[in-house]
């Protein structure tokens, strides 16, 4: 497979890569470990007239702590982060997910913001141009048909990010920037839940940092994920926890996301209406269980079954929370 | 669309190449370097064949453009040997059997010398989380875990 032709692009600087995005917008694709945008570019998914490289850019790289936060620079490979004693020290389930993300030759180039910002993922439109050749185009092409999804009204594809159920957990921000200005948003607004378009980001607006707050009280992280084999697998369903109680032992903060079963992450809100106490009964999980199976949204648009994914979904946010609960009793 | 000029350093050897932008590392060292050694499967990531050094960490070949890497260390199969003698990892799937077909053991015998020069002494577990990105259909991967294994124990 070869790649189509475009101009590649190498600011040395972070302002002229705002400034190279602003002037060429649309026409623009970034690469920065690549292991998601030459795949597309190769499938014929992607055809960008300028590809615009951060390797460059050092500050744009590296993980450090403020009084109250852990900054990811948005460059930042898996693999820096699985090294990372901070990142280890602080969150557990971040560290899970990059361990589980893919494979180590990915991980040593994949970056963390490559990865938040991977496409929506379908058996249907993941395929090389000769098999989409045989289909109609479907929404996530600008189509109108969906394919898994027989008079299916809108694109069912499914967000697989490994690092962003985790990273959403512990109440992280993102911060884009553009030109003249920038934004820090939580990492959950980033995400619109629909297929054809899956982010809230503007296409002059660069991924820069990932804020993740640091908590001063004892509090316990977990990330489970389903997959066929033991690596080079995005998750078929996935569940990050973070739970903390407060000085009377009793489970203040409760934040379930699950990854996979949507097109974008898919948040329980109110877990700790069900989960107040650290010795929590089986029908509190069992409810939490049931719950992000009603938040799911699986067809089968993957390579296993909708009923499988649904029946897993209970079972690996079973398991998470589980794990988090272990997490919490040993001390975080 | 324009060539680039890349400094290339593959196995301590200096070349200056002049590519379409659109070129991957892989399609470099194959075609215009010769150095096929390092094979093309999947072409996606995938299936691991394609996995050379890059500064020393296994990376898939087939995904990185060329523009990329330059002013790096890259390590293809050619480079573990000295000439006609093989690196003692080498040696040592030769005689646990870990080659059949063999077309999967260059970026299998690269992604195991990575971890060795990184962790001497890895259990099973360790052996078989590292060498999760390289697909192999013949060995069922137990002769290729017993080779590395092998390695580790004599302290290479």
């Known amino acids: ?332 | 669309m324009y060539k680039k000029t890349v400094l290339l350093k593959i196995n301590n050897e200096e070349h200056i190449i002049s590519t379409y932008p659109n070129r991957t590392l892989l399609e470099i060292l194959r075609d215009d370097l010769c150095l096929t050694g390092t094979k093309e499967s999947c072409g996606e990531g995938i299936c691991g064949a394609c996995t050379v050094l890059l500064d020393g960490l296994p990376v898939r070949s087939c995904i990185l453009l060329v523009t990329e890497v330059e002013g790096k260390e890259i390590t293809t199969i050619e480079g573990l040997s000295g000439g006609e003698k093989l690196d003692p990892l080498q040696e040592a799937f030769i005689e646990y059997h870990a080659i059949q077909c063999g077309f999967c053991s260059p970026g299998m015998i690269l992604t195991a010398y990575s971890l060795l020069k990184s962790n001497p002494n890895p259990d099973e577990e360790e052996i078989r989380h590292a060498i999760s990105g390289n697909i192999c259909r013949c060995t069922g991967y137990a002769k290729i875990v017993e080779a590395v294994k092998a390695m580790s124990e004599k302290g290479s």
């Open chain 1, 1 to 332: 497979m070869r790649l189509p032709p475009f101009k590649v692009l190498e600011p040395g600087t972070k302002k002229s890569a705002l400034l190279t995005l602003d002037k060429h917008n649309k026409n623009l694709k970034i690469v920065a470990g690549g292991t998601e945008v030459v795949v597309m570019m190769k499938l014929g998914l992607s055809a960008p007239l300028y590809l615009m490289s951060l390797k460059k850019i050092k500050v744009l790289r590296g993980i450090r702590k403020t009084k109250n936060e852990v900054i990811i620079k948005s460059s930042t490979s898996i693999n820096e982060i699985l090294q990372s004693p901070l990142i280890n020290k602080n969150f557990k389930s971040i560290t899970q997910a990059a361990k589980l993300l893919a494979a180590p030759p990915i991980q040593n180039r994949a970056t963390i913001g490559g990865n938040i910002l991977q496409d929506t993922r379908c058996l249907y439109y993941n395929q090389s141009e000769f098999f989409r050749s045989g289909l109609k185009p479907c929404f996530k092409v600008g189509g109108d048909i969906c394919h898994a999804v027989k008079g299916g009204k809108r694109c069912f594809s499914v967000y697989q990010g490994d690092m962003v159920p985790s990273l959403i957990s512990f109440g992280s921000k993102i911060k884009l920037e553009k030109k003249d200005s920038s934004r820090t948003v939580l990492l959950s607004d980033l995400f619109t839940g629909k297929g054809e378009n899956p982010f809230s980001i503007q296409p002059n607006e660069l991924l820069t940092e990932i804020v993740i707050p640091l908590h001063n009280c004892n509090y316990g992280s977990s990330y489970e994920k389903l997959r066929i084999r033991k690596g080079l697998e995005y998750p078929l369903v996935s569940a990050a926890v973070f739970l903390s109680e407060n000085t009377d032992g009793n489970l203040d903060n409760v934040r379930i996301v699950i990854g996979a079963a949507a097109s974008g992450p898919k948040i329980i809100e109110n877990a700790s209406i069900y989960l107040k106490r650290k010795n929590s009964s089986d029908e509190d999980v069992d409810e939490i269980a049931n719950i992000s199976d009603n938040l799911s949204e699986m067809v089968n648009n993957l390579s296993v079954s909708a009923a499988y994914r649904r029946k897993m979904v209970q079972v690996v946010t079973k398991r998470s929370l589980q794990n988090a609960f272990q997490d919490l009793n040993k001390g975080g």
